[in-house]
């Protein structure tokens, strides 16, 4: 029996068919590699690395999608973007779009697509890494293509709020948590009003990470549009000093959500550790990006020429990387474990390798030495090796009999952690917190106290930028339900 073309077209096998065919010819396509400053112009200015997609660039790799049926790529993204939706209307040109859908569960899609590590969280979950054996769709890449369009179209849209309820509520910390708490909250119809301690807006956001990786200016219009939602913001306010849990209920605030981060550094208590010329990495980091150090402001920096970081993390990458910044001539990461066990993003490290920044794995400091004015000139390394695996199959370092080896340096940066401050937790009566000084919550990040909401580092102990913007936004639901039972 013949059939007519229509209902030829109409055969499930031939749509099946054609799908195939076009996702094999996505599959085909490789993965857009985003443009870099020259490695030897960079590393002498403040510049931001890399440069962006253009929108050629960025259709085509939207284009790589394979419109998944059951997508993964959602659950790798702690904030929950909509990821083959933003996706999806890039590939069909509509950046404006992608961007309001980016932003209907993202604060700051600016500054997450520049610093998250999308590689270990959205594009780990891609069919092409989980799958087949092929680089990930470059999600983070598209979703800064997105944030930047729209920023620079000059169409920025205000997401919708619910309305005003008449609730105030606060923060304490303009870092990642508290803004995406803030937004979210604003959004559901609260009167929110975030304090922070600095007299800058953005936490970590601004003293943690250099301008050549997240340039202040992409944070400011992210901030500007939170005040946009009807967010408040009051700096040089310390929550526990200035004002009190107490105060601000005398105020009105029916709920308080805690992101003040982990600003504490840790040291690994070895002699010369108070040598002029040692310090962390927290205030090395601060005083550079947020006192204007880098530009002879009125607190400089101590610039060595042979400056040692310790440490293997995002931080220490930005801290060796700063320092080749400032003239160092000999710059190196000390990590105690393998490279291949560094926690920093792969990307970070690419950057600083190319940037003249030498590794040093394997070595960890015992002892450093001064000089007869007190400051360090040189530091003893224990050479290390990796043991036998433990229980979790990860094999530690252990110590190589007789290795010592001594290095001159005039500058080290001690980057391994930062605890949580104890001001905020220990000024409020009956708030539980662990051994580590972390505020304790359930999985609302709801506290002891009913009306007290965490997240982020004073929660984590430690978390990137994203990890907090997660809490920032459980805790916003969280509250928002509690709210509304009482």
């Known amino acids: 029996m013949n059939m007519d073309n229509n209902t030829k077209r109409n055969e499930p096998w031939r749509e099946e068919l054609r799908k195939s065919i076009k996702n094999k010819e996505r599959a085909d396509k490789s993965r857009v590699h985003m443009r870099e400053l020259p490695a030897d112009y960079r590393n002498k200015n403040n510049e931001e690395v890399n440069c962006g997609l253009t929108k050629e660039e960025a259709l085509n790799e939207a284009k790589r999608c394979l419109d998944c049926p059951a997508p993964s790529c959602t659950n790798g993204c702690p904030v929950g ?8 209307n890039i590939e069909r040109g509509e950046i404006l779009e992608a961007a ?80 995406a708490f803030a937004s979210d909250m604003a ?9 922070e301690a600095l007299h800058e807006i953005g936490g970590v956001l601004k003293y943690g990470i250099p301008e050549f990786r997240l340039p202040n200016s992409i944070i400011d219009v992210e901030i500007e549009m939170l005040k946009k939602l009807g967010v408040e913001i009051v700096t040089n306010c310390i929550v526990g000093k200035t004002i009190t849990f107490e105060d601000l209920q005398a105020q009105g605030y029916k ?19 108070n040598l002029i010329g ?10 550079i990006n947020l006192m204007g150090a880098l530009r002879d402001g009125d607190t400089p920096v101590l610039s060595g020429k042979n400056v040692a970081i310790i440490g293997g993390g995002n931080t220490a990458m930005d801290a060796v990387r700063t320092a080749k910044r400032l003239g160092a001539e000999h710059a190196m990461i000390v990590y105690r474990r393998s490279e291949a066990e560094m926690p920093a ?18 070595h960890n400091p015992i002892e450093y030495i001064g000089d007869e004015k007190g400051r360090v000139k040189q530091m003893r390394l224990q050479k290390m090796e990796l043991g036998e695996p433990d229980a979790s199959g990860r094999r530690s370092p252990v110590e190589i009999p007789g290795a010592i080896e001594t290095i001159d340096v005039d500058t080290v940066i001690v980057s391994i952690g930062v605890s949580p401050n104890p001001l905020v937790p220990s000024s409020i009566k009956d708030l539980s917190v662990s051994k580590w ?40 639901a969280a509250m928002d339900e509690y709210l509304k039972s009482c």
């Open 187 to 195: 959004k559901r119809g609260y009167s929110v009003t975030v304090f």
């Open 255 to 273: 709920a308080l959500f805690v992101g003040s981060g982990a600003g504490l550094p840790r040291f690994m208590n070895i002699p010369g550790e």
């Open 100 to 179: 309001k859908i980016i932003k209907q569960t993202s604060a700051l899609p600016a500054v997450c697509s520049r610093v998250c590590p999308q590689e270990k969280q959205c594009e780990a979950e891609c069919i092409y890494a989980q799958k087949m054996g092929k680089e990930a769709v470059a999600i983070g890449y598209l979703e800064r293509f997105a944030a930047d369009y729209e920023r620079e179209s000059g169409q920025m849209a205000v997401p919708e709020c619910a309305p005003s309820n008449g609730i105030k509520v606060a923060a304490v910390g303009s870092g990642p948590a508290g803004l």
């Open 437 to 476: 000084g972390t505020i304790t919550v359930n999985d609302g990040m709801q506290s002891s106290v009913p009306t007290i909401f965490a997240g982020g580092d004073i929660v984590r102990g430690g978390a990137t930028v994203i990890l907090a913007m997660g809490d920032g936004r459980r805790a916003a």
């Open 278 to 287: 040692v310090m962390s990495s927290n205030e090395y980091l601060t005083r």
């Open 81 to 88: 973007i909509d990821i083959p939706q933003f996706v999806k």
């Open 345 to 362: 993003r792969i990307e970070e490290i690419k950057h600083a390798k190319e940037e003249g920044v030498e590794f040093m794995p394997l």
